[in-house]
Protein backbone atom coordinates (compact mmCIF):
# COMPACT_ATOMS: atom_id res chain seq x y z
CA UNK A 1 0.00 0.00 0.00
CA UNK A 2 2.70 2.63 0.73
CA UNK A 3 4.72 1.93 -2.24
CA UNK A 4 1.53 2.32 -4.44
CA UNK A 5 0.92 5.43 -2.66
CA UNK A 6 4.31 7.14 -3.05
CA UNK A 7 3.66 6.46 -6.65
CA UNK A 8 0.66 8.19 -6.79
CA UNK A 9 2.01 10.98 -5.13
CA UNK A 10 5.56 10.81 -7.51
CA UNK A 11 3.30 10.31 -10.41
CA UNK A 12 1.53 14.15 -10.07
CA UNK A 13 4.72 15.53 -10.72
CA UNK A 14 5.05 13.78 -14.24
CA UNK A 15 5.18 16.28 -16.89
CA UNK A 16 2.26 14.03 -18.81
CA UNK A 17 -0.22 15.03 -15.88
CA UNK A 18 1.20 17.83 -14.51
CA UNK A 19 -1.51 20.38 -15.39
CA UNK A 20 -4.36 18.03 -15.12
CA UNK A 21 -2.61 17.38 -11.19
CA UNK A 22 -2.46 21.30 -10.78
CA UNK A 23 -6.00 21.75 -11.67
CA UNK A 24 -7.16 19.18 -9.61
CA UNK A 25 -5.03 21.32 -6.53
CA UNK A 26 -7.42 24.06 -7.61
CA UNK A 27 -10.27 22.63 -7.32
CA UNK A 28 -9.72 20.77 -4.17
CA UNK A 29 -6.82 23.15 -2.08
CA UNK A 30 -9.59 25.96 -1.88
CA UNK A 31 -8.56 26.67 1.76
CA UNK A 32 -4.48 27.16 0.63
CA UNK A 33 -3.33 30.84 1.28
CA UNK A 34 -0.15 31.27 -1.37
CA UNK A 35 -0.45 35.09 -1.13
CA UNK A 36 3.32 35.04 -1.36
CA UNK A 37 4.29 37.15 1.80
CA UNK A 38 7.85 37.19 3.07
CA UNK A 39 8.87 37.94 6.56
CA UNK A 40 12.17 37.29 8.03
CA UNK A 41 12.57 33.70 10.02
CA UNK A 42 10.33 30.80 10.87
CA UNK A 43 9.89 31.57 14.47
CA UNK A 44 6.16 32.11 14.01
CA UNK A 45 4.06 29.04 14.31
CA UNK A 46 1.98 29.65 12.00
CA UNK A 47 4.63 28.95 8.81
CA UNK A 48 5.74 25.63 8.08
CA UNK A 49 8.99 26.73 6.10
CA UNK A 50 10.07 29.58 4.24
CA UNK A 51 11.37 29.26 0.51
CA UNK A 52 13.65 32.03 -0.88
CA UNK A 53 11.56 34.86 0.63
CA UNK A 54 8.15 33.41 0.66
CA UNK A 55 6.17 31.76 3.30
CA UNK A 56 4.61 28.58 3.72
CA UNK A 57 1.30 28.78 5.76
CA UNK A 58 0.67 25.79 8.10
CA UNK A 59 -2.58 26.25 6.89
CA UNK A 60 -1.80 24.90 3.74
CA UNK A 61 0.32 22.05 4.67
CA UNK A 62 -2.56 20.96 6.33
CA UNK A 63 -5.40 21.60 3.84
CA UNK A 64 -3.08 20.10 1.50
CA UNK A 65 -2.51 17.06 3.46
CA UNK A 66 -6.37 16.42 3.79
CA UNK A 67 -6.87 17.05 0.15
CA UNK A 68 -4.39 14.40 -0.87
CA UNK A 69 -5.51 12.40 1.91
CA UNK A 70 -9.14 12.19 -0.04
CA UNK A 71 -7.49 11.40 -2.87
CA UNK A 72 -6.00 8.17 -1.09
CA UNK A 73 -8.81 7.22 0.14
CA UNK A 74 -10.29 6.60 -3.70
CA UNK A 75 -8.17 3.57 -3.71
CA UNK A 76 -8.88 3.29 -0.02
CA UNK A 77 -11.73 4.29 2.41
CA UNK A 78 -10.77 3.28 5.00
CA UNK A 79 -7.18 4.63 5.20
CA UNK A 80 -7.85 7.45 7.92
CA UNK A 81 -5.44 10.45 8.81
CA UNK A 82 -3.42 8.77 11.39
CA UNK A 83 -2.31 6.22 9.19
CA UNK A 84 -1.58 9.02 6.24
CA UNK A 85 0.88 10.09 8.80
CA UNK A 86 2.35 6.84 10.09
CA UNK A 87 3.30 5.87 6.72
CA UNK A 88 5.16 9.00 6.19
CA UNK A 89 2.95 10.42 3.79
CA UNK A 90 2.86 14.21 4.92
CA UNK A 91 6.58 14.65 4.63
CA UNK A 92 5.95 14.15 1.24
CA UNK A 93 3.09 16.17 1.15
CA UNK A 94 5.35 18.81 2.42
CA UNK A 95 8.21 17.95 0.17
CA UNK A 96 6.27 18.41 -2.99
CA UNK A 97 4.57 21.82 -1.41
CA UNK A 98 8.38 22.83 -0.82
CA UNK A 99 9.02 21.63 -4.04
CA UNK A 100 6.16 23.55 -5.90
CA UNK A 101 7.11 26.78 -4.07
CA UNK A 102 10.94 26.42 -4.90
CA UNK A 103 10.19 25.79 -8.34
CA UNK A 104 7.51 28.68 -8.82
CA UNK A 105 10.49 31.25 -7.10
CA UNK A 106 13.10 29.94 -9.64
CA UNK A 107 10.72 30.41 -12.27
CA UNK A 108 9.75 33.96 -12.04
CA UNK A 109 13.33 34.76 -10.78
CA UNK A 110 14.08 33.51 -14.59
CA UNK A 111 11.64 35.68 -15.74
CA UNK A 112 9.38 33.20 -17.39
CA UNK A 113 5.65 34.28 -17.47
CA UNK A 114 2.24 32.36 -18.40
CA UNK A 115 -0.21 34.63 -20.06
CA UNK A 116 -4.06 35.11 -19.78
CA UNK A 117 -4.58 32.99 -23.34
CA UNK A 118 -2.54 30.64 -22.45
CA UNK A 119 -3.92 30.07 -19.26
CA UNK A 120 -7.26 30.45 -21.35
CA UNK A 121 -6.19 27.38 -23.38
CA UNK A 122 -5.47 25.31 -20.59
CA UNK A 123 -8.95 25.97 -19.16
CA UNK A 124 -10.37 24.95 -22.29
CA UNK A 125 -8.47 21.63 -22.46
CA UNK A 126 -10.27 19.94 -18.89
CA UNK A 127 -13.32 18.20 -19.69
CA UNK A 128 -14.84 18.77 -15.95
CA UNK A 129 -15.84 22.57 -17.99
CA UNK A 130 -17.32 20.93 -20.45
CA UNK A 131 -20.93 20.58 -21.42
CA UNK A 132 -23.00 17.34 -23.10
CA UNK A 133 -21.79 17.97 -25.93
CA UNK A 134 -18.52 18.45 -25.31
CA UNK A 135 -18.16 21.73 -25.68
CA UNK A 136 -16.63 24.36 -23.05
CA UNK A 137 -19.80 26.27 -21.72
CA UNK A 138 -19.15 29.05 -18.81
CA UNK A 139 -22.23 27.87 -17.09
CA UNK A 140 -20.54 24.36 -16.16
CA UNK A 141 -17.37 25.89 -15.99
CA UNK A 142 -19.15 28.23 -12.79
CA UNK A 143 -20.74 25.52 -11.27
CA UNK A 144 -17.65 23.58 -10.81
CA UNK A 145 -15.70 26.52 -9.64
CA UNK A 146 -19.00 26.90 -6.83
CA UNK A 147 -18.79 23.64 -6.02
CA UNK A 148 -15.72 23.40 -4.87
CA UNK A 149 -15.37 27.09 -3.43
CA UNK A 150 -12.77 28.20 -6.06
CA UNK A 151 -12.76 31.32 -7.74
CA UNK A 152 -12.26 32.17 -11.43
CA UNK A 153 -8.66 34.14 -10.49
CA UNK A 154 -7.80 31.28 -7.86
CA UNK A 155 -7.72 28.52 -10.42
CA UNK A 156 -6.05 30.62 -13.34
CA UNK A 157 -3.08 31.26 -10.25
CA UNK A 158 -2.56 27.66 -9.91
CA UNK A 159 -2.68 26.79 -13.66
CA UNK A 160 -0.01 29.81 -14.05
CA UNK A 161 2.23 28.00 -11.55
CA UNK A 162 1.83 24.87 -13.42
CA UNK A 163 2.78 26.68 -16.64
CA UNK A 164 6.13 28.06 -15.04
CA UNK A 165 6.61 24.68 -13.46
CA UNK A 166 6.14 22.58 -17.51
CA UNK A 167 8.28 25.74 -18.62
CA UNK A 168 11.53 25.53 -16.26
CA UNK A 169 11.19 21.87 -16.27
CA UNK A 170 10.44 20.08 -19.42
CA UNK A 171 13.37 22.08 -21.63
CA UNK A 172 15.98 20.17 -18.51
CA UNK A 173 13.29 16.33 -18.99
CA UNK A 174 12.47 16.87 -23.06
CA UNK A 175 15.16 13.88 -24.09
CA UNK A 176 17.07 12.13 -21.35
CA UNK A 177 19.50 9.42 -22.90
CA UNK A 178 21.09 6.33 -21.84
CA UNK A 179 25.21 6.30 -22.90
CA UNK A 180 25.23 3.57 -25.55
CA UNK A 181 27.66 2.10 -23.14
CA UNK A 182 25.24 2.00 -20.20
CA UNK A 183 22.54 0.45 -22.52
CA UNK A 184 24.65 -2.05 -23.49
CA UNK A 185 25.15 -3.25 -20.38
CA UNK A 186 21.69 -3.03 -18.65
CA UNK A 187 20.44 -5.14 -22.17
CA UNK A 188 23.09 -7.60 -21.46
CA UNK A 189 21.51 -8.36 -18.02
CA UNK A 190 18.25 -9.48 -19.55
CA UNK A 191 20.41 -12.95 -20.79
CA UNK A 192 21.54 -13.42 -17.11
CA UNK A 193 20.83 -16.31 -15.08
CA UNK A 194 21.42 -16.78 -11.54
CA UNK A 195 21.64 -20.07 -9.69
CA UNK A 196 21.40 -20.55 -5.61
CA UNK A 197 18.76 -21.56 -3.03
CA UNK A 198 16.13 -19.83 -0.96
CA UNK A 199 15.36 -21.06 2.94
CA UNK A 200 12.38 -19.42 5.01
CA UNK A 201 13.10 -20.24 9.11
CA UNK A 202 9.89 -20.42 9.92
CA UNK A 203 8.31 -18.18 13.40
CA UNK A 204 6.34 -21.02 13.97
CA UNK A 205 8.88 -23.43 14.89
CA UNK A 206 10.22 -21.21 17.88
CA UNK A 207 6.70 -19.11 19.10
CA UNK A 208 5.83 -19.95 22.48
CA UNK A 209 2.85 -22.13 22.92
CA UNK A 210 2.07 -21.37 26.46
CA UNK A 211 0.44 -17.65 27.60
CA UNK A 212 2.46 -14.56 28.46
CA UNK A 213 3.74 -14.34 31.92
CA UNK A 214 1.44 -11.28 33.59
CA UNK A 215 2.35 -7.48 32.16
CA UNK A 216 3.92 -9.25 29.06
CA UNK A 217 1.07 -9.13 26.72
CA UNK A 218 0.02 -5.64 27.72
CA UNK A 219 3.21 -3.97 27.24
CA UNK A 220 3.69 -5.62 23.62
CA UNK A 221 -0.11 -4.30 22.86
CA UNK A 222 0.96 -1.36 24.27
CA UNK A 223 4.06 -1.24 22.23
CA UNK A 224 2.02 -2.29 18.89
CA UNK A 225 -1.19 -0.32 19.16
CA UNK A 226 -0.97 0.59 15.44
CA UNK A 227 -1.54 -3.27 14.46
CA UNK A 228 -4.44 -3.55 15.88
CA UNK A 229 -6.06 0.09 15.19
CA UNK A 230 -9.57 -0.72 13.57
CA UNK A 231 -11.25 1.70 11.16
CA UNK A 232 -13.23 4.08 11.75
CA UNK A 233 -16.95 3.00 11.64
CA UNK A 234 -20.29 4.52 11.72
CA UNK A 235 -23.89 3.62 12.36
CA UNK A 236 -26.42 5.89 10.31
CA UNK A 237 -29.89 6.17 10.51
CA UNK A 238 -31.90 7.18 7.55
CA UNK A 239 -35.58 7.53 5.77
CA UNK A 240 -36.44 8.49 2.20
CA UNK A 241 -39.08 9.90 0.24
CA UNK A 242 -40.20 11.04 -3.13
CA UNK A 243 -43.11 11.26 -5.49
CA UNK A 244 -45.26 8.54 -2.98
CA UNK A 245 -45.27 10.76 -0.04
CA UNK A 246 -47.16 13.59 -1.87
CA UNK A 247 -50.74 13.22 -0.83
CA UNK A 248 -52.34 16.98 -3.20
CA UNK A 249 -54.25 16.22 -6.17
CA UNK A 250 -51.80 17.73 -8.94
CA UNK A 251 -52.83 16.60 -12.28
CA UNK A 252 -53.22 19.33 -14.81
CA UNK A 253 -56.43 21.04 -15.51
CA UNK A 254 -57.40 22.09 -19.20
CA UNK A 255 -56.96 25.80 -17.81
CA UNK A 256 -53.52 25.19 -16.95
CA UNK A 257 -52.68 23.70 -20.23
CA UNK A 258 -54.10 26.64 -22.20
CA UNK A 259 -52.75 29.21 -20.02
CA UNK A 260 -49.48 27.66 -20.54
CA UNK A 261 -49.52 27.46 -24.30
CA UNK A 262 -50.46 31.04 -24.83
CA UNK A 263 -47.90 32.21 -22.16
CA UNK A 264 -45.48 29.51 -24.43
CA UNK A 265 -47.07 30.62 -27.80
CA UNK A 266 -43.60 31.22 -29.32
CA UNK A 267 -41.93 27.54 -28.13
CA UNK A 268 -44.87 26.61 -30.31
CA UNK A 269 -44.26 28.78 -33.61
CA UNK A 270 -42.27 27.91 -36.45
CA UNK A 271 -39.14 28.02 -35.63
CA UNK A 272 -35.43 26.99 -36.84
CA UNK A 273 -32.65 25.04 -35.06
CA UNK A 274 -28.88 24.52 -36.00
CA UNK A 275 -26.01 21.89 -35.30
CA UNK A 276 -22.53 22.91 -35.29
CA UNK A 277 -18.88 21.76 -34.59
CA UNK A 278 -16.23 23.95 -33.41
CA UNK A 279 -13.34 24.73 -31.39
CA UNK A 280 -12.15 27.53 -29.77
CA UNK A 281 -8.56 29.35 -30.55
CA UNK A 282 -7.04 32.18 -28.59
CA UNK A 283 -6.69 35.40 -30.74
CA UNK A 284 -8.82 36.61 -33.80
CA UNK A 285 -6.43 36.66 -35.94
CA UNK A 286 -5.72 32.88 -35.44
CA UNK A 287 -9.23 32.44 -35.74
CA UNK A 288 -9.11 34.54 -39.35
CA UNK A 289 -6.11 32.33 -40.54
CA UNK A 290 -7.66 29.39 -39.64
CA UNK A 291 -11.16 30.21 -41.26
CA UNK A 292 -9.35 31.42 -44.61
CA UNK A 293 -7.59 27.68 -44.59
CA UNK A 294 -11.09 25.83 -44.22
CA UNK A 295 -12.70 28.21 -46.97
CA UNK A 296 -9.43 27.05 -49.02
CA UNK A 297 -10.04 23.20 -48.90
CA UNK A 298 -8.37 21.88 -45.17
CA UNK A 299 -11.16 20.20 -43.54
CA UNK A 300 -12.34 21.99 -40.24
CA UNK A 301 -11.40 18.97 -38.34
CA UNK A 302 -7.47 18.81 -40.06
CA UNK A 303 -7.32 22.44 -39.73
CA UNK A 304 -8.22 22.18 -35.58
CA UNK A 305 -5.71 19.11 -35.57
CA UNK A 306 -2.85 21.29 -36.89
CA UNK A 307 -3.52 23.81 -34.68
CA UNK A 308 -3.42 21.44 -31.70
CA UNK A 309 -6.87 21.69 -30.59
CA UNK A 310 -10.15 19.17 -30.11
CA UNK A 311 -13.29 20.01 -32.41
CA UNK A 312 -16.71 19.41 -30.01
CA UNK A 313 -20.15 18.77 -32.12
CA UNK A 314 -23.18 20.01 -30.95
CA UNK A 315 -26.62 18.56 -30.97
CA UNK A 316 -29.32 20.94 -32.79
CA UNK A 317 -30.60 23.94 -31.04
CA UNK A 318 -32.07 27.11 -31.58
CA UNK A 319 -30.32 30.82 -31.26
CA UNK A 320 -31.07 31.96 -28.10
CA UNK A 321 -30.11 28.05 -26.40
CA UNK A 322 -26.66 28.60 -28.45
CA UNK A 323 -26.04 31.81 -27.22
CA UNK A 324 -26.52 31.18 -23.22
CA UNK A 325 -24.45 27.83 -24.47
CA UNK A 326 -21.65 29.86 -26.59
CA UNK A 327 -22.22 33.72 -27.17
CA UNK A 328 -24.38 36.07 -28.60
CA UNK A 329 -21.93 36.99 -31.35
CA UNK A 330 -21.31 33.39 -32.27
CA UNK A 331 -24.96 32.24 -32.19
CA UNK A 332 -26.05 35.53 -34.55
CA UNK A 333 -23.04 34.35 -36.75
CA UNK A 334 -23.71 30.88 -36.72
CA UNK A 335 -27.87 31.37 -37.91
CA UNK A 336 -26.28 34.18 -41.08
CA UNK A 337 -24.61 31.15 -42.34
CA UNK A 338 -25.78 28.57 -44.67
CA UNK A 339 -25.47 25.17 -44.02
CA UNK A 340 -22.28 23.38 -44.22
CA UNK A 341 -20.34 26.63 -44.80
CA UNK A 342 -18.11 28.12 -42.12
CA UNK A 343 -18.80 30.59 -39.79
CA UNK A 344 -17.57 34.08 -39.79
CA UNK A 345 -15.22 34.10 -36.40
CA UNK A 346 -16.86 35.30 -33.31
CA UNK A 347 -16.15 35.83 -29.72
CA UNK A 348 -16.76 33.64 -26.85
CA UNK A 349 -16.07 33.69 -22.77
CA UNK A 350 -12.07 32.19 -23.76
CA UNK A 351 -11.50 33.09 -27.21
CA UNK A 352 -12.58 33.17 -30.77
CA UNK A 353 -14.87 30.74 -32.10
CA UNK A 354 -13.70 28.26 -35.62
CA UNK A 355 -16.67 27.13 -36.68
CA UNK A 356 -18.90 24.83 -39.25
CA UNK A 357 -22.61 24.97 -40.17
CA UNK A 358 -23.65 20.63 -40.06
CA UNK A 359 -27.41 21.12 -39.82
CA UNK A 360 -30.39 23.25 -40.23
CA UNK A 361 -33.86 21.88 -39.55
CA UNK A 362 -37.01 23.55 -40.05
CA UNK A 363 -39.72 23.21 -37.12
CA UNK A 364 -43.13 23.60 -37.86
CA UNK A 365 -45.89 25.12 -35.80
CA UNK A 366 -48.14 23.41 -33.33
CA UNK A 367 -51.63 23.82 -32.50
CA UNK A 368 -53.29 23.76 -29.12
CA UNK A 369 -54.82 20.07 -29.86
CA UNK A 370 -51.24 18.88 -30.75
CA UNK A 371 -49.06 20.31 -27.93
CA UNK A 372 -51.87 19.62 -25.54
CA UNK A 373 -50.45 16.58 -23.95
CA UNK A 374 -46.57 17.34 -23.97
CA UNK A 375 -47.95 20.46 -22.06
CA UNK A 376 -50.12 18.77 -19.70
CA UNK A 377 -46.92 16.05 -19.44
CA UNK A 378 -45.02 19.25 -18.34
CA UNK A 379 -46.92 20.73 -15.82
CA UNK A 380 -47.63 17.05 -14.09
CA UNK A 381 -43.56 16.86 -13.80
CA UNK A 382 -43.65 20.80 -12.42
CA UNK A 383 -46.10 20.07 -9.89
CA UNK A 384 -44.67 16.83 -8.94
CA UNK A 385 -40.95 18.48 -8.54
CA UNK A 386 -42.53 21.54 -6.76
CA UNK A 387 -44.78 19.47 -4.29
CA UNK A 388 -41.33 17.25 -3.51
CA UNK A 389 -39.86 20.63 -3.36
CA UNK A 390 -42.05 22.03 -1.39
CA UNK A 391 -41.83 19.26 1.25
CA UNK A 392 -38.36 18.95 1.12
CA UNK A 393 -38.10 22.54 2.16
CA UNK A 394 -40.09 21.92 4.98
CA UNK A 395 -38.33 19.26 6.59
CA UNK A 396 -35.22 20.99 6.18
CA UNK A 397 -36.84 23.45 8.11
CA UNK A 398 -37.40 21.41 10.51
CA UNK A 399 -33.67 19.93 10.64
CA UNK A 400 -32.30 23.99 11.15
CA UNK A 401 -34.72 24.61 14.15
CA UNK A 402 -33.14 21.65 15.46
CA UNK A 403 -35.43 19.12 15.00
CA UNK A 404 -34.52 15.82 15.36
CA UNK A 405 -34.45 12.85 12.84
CA UNK A 406 -37.11 10.76 15.15
CA UNK A 407 -39.37 13.71 15.15
CA UNK A 408 -39.41 14.66 11.35
CA UNK A 409 -40.13 10.87 10.35
CA UNK A 410 -43.11 10.82 13.25
CA UNK A 411 -44.29 14.25 11.86
CA UNK A 412 -44.17 13.29 8.28
CA UNK A 413 -45.12 9.70 8.22
CA UNK A 414 -41.62 8.60 7.25
CA UNK A 415 -40.00 5.17 7.94
CA UNK A 416 -36.44 5.02 9.66
CA UNK A 417 -33.56 2.61 9.46
CA UNK A 418 -31.08 1.87 11.12
CA UNK A 419 -27.73 0.82 9.16
CA UNK A 420 -25.16 -1.72 10.33
CA UNK A 421 -21.68 -0.23 11.74
CA UNK A 422 -20.43 1.01 8.39
CA UNK A 423 -17.14 1.18 7.12
CA UNK A 424 -15.75 4.44 4.99
CA UNK A 425 -15.66 2.23 2.02
CA UNK A 426 -19.23 1.36 2.04
CA UNK A 427 -18.99 -2.28 3.60
CA UNK A 428 -20.58 -3.53 6.78
CA UNK A 429 -17.33 -3.67 9.44
CA UNK A 430 -16.46 -7.59 10.21
CA UNK A 431 -19.12 -9.01 7.50
CA UNK A 432 -17.71 -9.18 4.19
CA UNK A 433 -20.22 -9.49 1.54
CA UNK A 434 -22.92 -8.36 3.88
CA UNK A 435 -25.69 -6.07 2.08
CA UNK A 436 -25.56 -1.77 2.54
CA UNK A 437 -28.64 -0.67 1.45
CA UNK A 438 -28.25 1.29 -1.61
CA UNK A 439 -29.72 4.49 -0.64
CA UNK A 440 -26.83 5.28 1.65
CA UNK A 441 -24.06 5.17 -1.47
CA UNK A 442 -24.41 8.96 -2.46
CA UNK A 443 -24.46 10.60 1.19
CA UNK A 444 -21.89 7.85 2.99
CA UNK A 445 -19.02 10.27 2.16
CA UNK A 446 -20.92 13.44 3.45
CA UNK A 447 -22.24 10.62 6.46
CA UNK A 448 -18.15 10.09 7.44
CA UNK A 449 -17.84 13.94 7.77
CA UNK A 450 -20.63 14.69 10.36
CA UNK A 451 -21.59 14.82 13.69
CA UNK A 452 -23.33 12.44 15.90
CA UNK A 453 -27.26 13.73 15.90
CA UNK A 454 -26.76 16.08 13.21
CA UNK A 455 -29.34 15.14 10.86
CA UNK A 456 -29.01 16.49 7.13
CA UNK A 457 -31.06 16.36 3.98
CA UNK A 458 -30.07 15.09 0.40
CA UNK A 459 -31.28 14.77 -3.21
CA UNK A 460 -30.84 11.26 -4.33
CA UNK A 461 -29.87 10.69 -8.07
CA UNK A 462 -32.00 13.35 -10.46
CA UNK A 463 -34.12 15.02 -7.30
CA UNK A 464 -37.00 12.40 -7.58
CA UNK A 465 -36.13 11.06 -4.41
CA UNK A 466 -34.25 12.65 -1.00
CA UNK A 467 -32.90 10.73 2.06
CA UNK A 468 -32.77 12.14 5.21
CA UNK A 469 -30.32 10.96 7.77
CA UNK A 470 -27.99 11.26 10.43
CA UNK A 471 -25.14 9.48 12.02
CA UNK A 472 -26.52 7.39 15.20
CA UNK A 473 -23.02 6.58 16.48
CA UNK A 474 -19.77 7.14 16.03
CA UNK A 475 -16.70 4.17 16.49
CA UNK A 476 -13.24 6.22 15.88
CA UNK A 477 -10.19 4.37 14.59
CA UNK A 478 -8.58 3.01 17.28
CA UNK A 479 -7.21 -0.06 18.95
CA UNK A 480 -10.02 -1.89 20.75
CA UNK A 481 -9.50 -2.71 24.66
CA UNK A 482 -7.03 -5.53 24.92
CA UNK A 483 -9.65 -7.97 26.64
CA UNK A 484 -12.02 -8.00 23.55
CA UNK A 485 -8.79 -9.41 21.29
CA UNK A 486 -6.63 -10.86 23.57
CA UNK A 487 -6.72 -14.12 22.01
CA UNK A 488 -5.59 -11.93 18.54
CA UNK A 489 -2.92 -10.21 19.94
CA UNK A 490 -1.57 -13.36 21.91
CA UNK A 491 -1.33 -14.77 18.86
CA UNK A 492 0.13 -11.69 17.53
CA UNK A 493 2.70 -11.63 20.40
CA UNK A 494 3.40 -15.67 19.98
CA UNK A 495 4.34 -14.76 16.10
CA UNK A 496 6.63 -11.58 17.13
CA UNK A 497 8.97 -13.89 19.87
CA UNK A 498 8.74 -16.62 17.42
CA UNK A 499 10.26 -14.48 15.13
CA UNK A 500 12.41 -12.71 17.15
CA UNK A 501 13.88 -16.42 17.79
CA UNK A 502 13.84 -17.43 13.82
CA UNK A 503 16.52 -14.39 13.49
CA UNK A 504 18.22 -15.39 15.74
CA UNK A 505 19.03 -18.52 14.05
CA UNK A 506 19.24 -17.06 10.74
CA UNK A 507 21.74 -14.45 11.51
CA UNK A 508 23.88 -18.37 13.08
CA UNK A 509 23.42 -19.98 9.89
CA UNK A 510 24.70 -16.10 7.87
CA UNK A 511 27.72 -16.08 10.61
CA UNK A 512 28.27 -19.16 9.53
CA UNK A 513 28.13 -18.67 5.59
CA UNK A 514 30.38 -15.60 6.20
CA UNK A 515 33.17 -18.00 7.76
CA UNK A 516 33.12 -20.11 4.84
CA UNK A 517 30.62 -22.68 5.78
CA UNK A 518 28.67 -24.20 2.70
CA UNK A 519 24.78 -22.77 2.65
CA UNK A 520 23.75 -26.19 3.27
CA UNK A 521 25.98 -27.27 5.70
CA UNK A 522 25.35 -24.17 7.67
CA UNK A 523 21.26 -24.99 7.77
CA UNK A 524 21.78 -28.57 8.73
CA UNK A 525 23.88 -27.55 11.64
CA UNK A 526 20.95 -25.74 13.14
CA UNK A 527 19.68 -29.38 13.44
CA UNK A 528 15.64 -28.75 12.37
CA UNK A 529 15.00 -30.31 9.60
CA UNK A 530 11.25 -28.55 9.05
CA UNK A 531 13.26 -25.01 7.07
CA UNK A 532 11.92 -24.54 3.98
CA UNK A 533 14.29 -25.20 1.50
CA UNK A 534 13.80 -24.04 -2.31
CA UNK A 535 16.92 -24.20 -5.09
CA UNK A 536 16.25 -21.60 -7.60
CA UNK A 537 18.04 -21.32 -11.29
CA UNK A 538 16.62 -18.41 -13.12
CA UNK A 539 17.19 -15.93 -15.81
CA UNK A 540 16.19 -12.23 -15.72
CA UNK A 541 14.16 -12.42 -18.49
CA UNK A 542 12.19 -15.51 -17.02
CA UNK A 543 12.12 -12.82 -13.60
CA UNK A 544 10.95 -10.18 -16.23
CA UNK A 545 8.13 -12.21 -17.78
CA UNK A 546 6.58 -11.83 -14.38
CA UNK A 547 6.06 -8.30 -13.86
CA UNK A 548 2.45 -7.12 -13.34
CA UNK A 549 2.63 -9.56 -11.17
CA UNK A 550 3.59 -9.98 -7.36
CA UNK A 551 7.26 -11.22 -7.73
CA UNK A 552 8.15 -12.38 -4.61
CA UNK A 553 11.04 -10.24 -2.46
CA UNK A 554 13.62 -12.89 -2.05
CA UNK A 555 13.66 -13.61 -5.91
CA UNK A 556 14.05 -9.44 -6.11
CA UNK A 557 17.00 -9.74 -3.51
CA UNK A 558 18.37 -12.72 -5.54
CA UNK A 559 19.22 -10.62 -8.79
CA UNK A 560 20.52 -7.62 -6.56
CA UNK A 561 23.39 -9.70 -4.86
CA UNK A 562 26.76 -9.90 -5.24
CA UNK A 563 28.26 -13.72 -6.37
CA UNK A 564 28.78 -15.92 -3.31
CA UNK A 565 26.73 -13.88 -1.01
CA UNK A 566 24.30 -14.76 1.48
CA UNK A 567 21.61 -12.08 2.79
CA UNK A 568 18.89 -12.07 5.10
CA UNK A 569 15.70 -10.41 4.28
CA UNK A 570 12.19 -10.62 7.05
CA UNK A 571 9.19 -12.06 5.73
CA UNK A 572 5.91 -10.22 5.88
CA UNK A 573 3.82 -10.01 8.80
CA UNK A 574 6.31 -11.87 11.67
CA UNK A 575 5.59 -15.20 9.36
CA UNK A 576 9.47 -15.94 9.61
CA UNK A 577 13.09 -15.50 8.26
CA UNK A 578 14.28 -15.68 4.41
CA UNK A 579 17.73 -16.46 3.51
CA UNK A 580 19.11 -15.96 -0.44
CA UNK A 581 22.35 -18.04 -1.06
CA UNK A 582 23.70 -16.61 -4.31
CA UNK A 583 26.25 -19.77 -5.99
CA UNK A 584 26.28 -18.50 -9.12
CA UNK A 585 25.50 -16.07 -12.09
CA UNK A 586 26.05 -16.38 -15.73
CA UNK A 587 26.21 -13.45 -17.94
CA UNK A 588 25.33 -12.92 -21.30
CA UNK A 589 26.96 -10.94 -23.99
CA UNK A 590 25.04 -8.60 -26.82
CA UNK A 591 26.04 -7.22 -29.55
CA UNK A 592 27.40 -3.69 -30.15
CA UNK A 593 24.22 -3.44 -32.67
CA UNK A 594 21.63 -5.60 -30.87
CA UNK A 595 18.12 -3.66 -31.00
CA UNK A 596 17.21 -4.67 -27.56
CA UNK A 597 19.69 -1.84 -26.91
CA UNK A 598 17.89 0.59 -28.55
CA UNK A 599 14.84 -0.57 -27.03
CA UNK A 600 17.26 -0.48 -23.27
CA UNK A 601 17.72 3.51 -23.58
CA UNK A 602 14.11 3.72 -24.35
CA UNK A 603 12.57 2.04 -21.49
CA UNK A 604 15.54 3.93 -19.63
CA UNK A 605 14.04 7.51 -21.07
CA UNK A 606 11.40 7.98 -17.56
CA UNK A 607 14.06 6.47 -15.09
CA UNK A 608 16.39 9.14 -16.29
CA UNK A 609 13.67 11.76 -16.71
CA UNK A 610 12.59 11.19 -12.84
CA UNK A 611 15.94 11.63 -11.83
CA UNK A 612 17.06 14.17 -13.41
CA UNK A 613 14.10 16.01 -12.27
CA UNK A 614 14.98 15.05 -8.67
CA UNK A 615 18.38 16.55 -8.78
CA UNK A 616 17.19 19.74 -11.03
CA UNK A 617 14.61 20.02 -7.99
CA UNK A 618 17.35 19.36 -5.21
CA UNK A 619 19.23 22.51 -6.86
CA UNK A 620 16.56 24.70 -7.41
CA UNK A 621 15.82 24.12 -3.49
CA UNK A 622 19.26 24.97 -3.39
CA UNK A 623 19.60 28.26 -5.08
CA UNK A 624 16.13 29.89 -3.91
CA UNK A 625 17.08 28.54 -0.01
CA UNK A 626 14.46 26.13 2.05
CA UNK A 627 14.09 27.21 6.15
CA UNK A 628 11.77 24.52 8.03
CA UNK A 629 9.98 25.11 10.98
CA UNK A 630 10.15 21.79 12.52
CA UNK A 631 8.66 22.77 15.47
CA UNK A 632 5.59 23.86 13.43
CA UNK A 633 5.50 20.78 11.36
CA UNK A 634 5.67 18.57 14.31
CA UNK A 635 2.73 20.58 15.92
CA UNK A 636 1.13 19.53 12.88
CA UNK A 637 2.11 16.08 12.59
CA UNK A 638 0.73 15.59 16.18
CA UNK A 639 -2.44 17.35 15.38
CA UNK A 640 -3.25 15.37 12.34
CA UNK A 641 -2.06 11.82 14.12
CA UNK A 642 -4.45 12.56 16.83
CA UNK A 643 -1.49 12.62 19.58
CA UNK A 644 -2.51 16.15 20.96
Do not use: C, H
Request: aromatic content about 6%.
Amino acid sequence: MISSIRRFFQSKIGMAIFIAFLVIVALAFAAADITGSTFGGVASGDRIAVVGDERVPASELESTANSALAQVREQDPTIGMPEFVEQGLLEEVLRQLIDQYAIGNYAEELGLRAGRNLVNSEILQIPAFRNVAGEFDEEVYQQALRAQGVTDEMLRGDLKDGLLQQMLLRPALAAPQLSGRAARQYASLVLESRRGAIALIPSALYAPEGDPEAGVLEAYYEENLSQFRRPEQRVIRFATFGPETILADIEPTEEEIAQRYEANSDAYEARERRAVSSFVVPTEDAAKSLVERIRGGLSLEAAARQAGFQVSSSDLRDRETMANATSFAFAEAVFDTAEGEVVEPARGTLGWYVARVDDVEQVPARSLAEASEEIAQQILEEKRAAALVDLSARIEDELYDGTSLAEVADAFDLEVRTSPALLANGTVYGEPGAEVPRELGPVLETAFEMDESQPQLAALGAGQRFIVYDVSEIRPSAAPPLAEIRDEVTAAWRRAEGSAKAREAARRVLEKTREGTDFADALRAENEPRFQVQPVALSRRELLAQRGRDIAPPLVLLFSMAEGSTKLLEAPENIGWYLVDLEEVETGDIEADDPVIAQTRQQFAPTLAEEYRRQLTRAIREEVGVERNEDAIEAIRRRLAGES
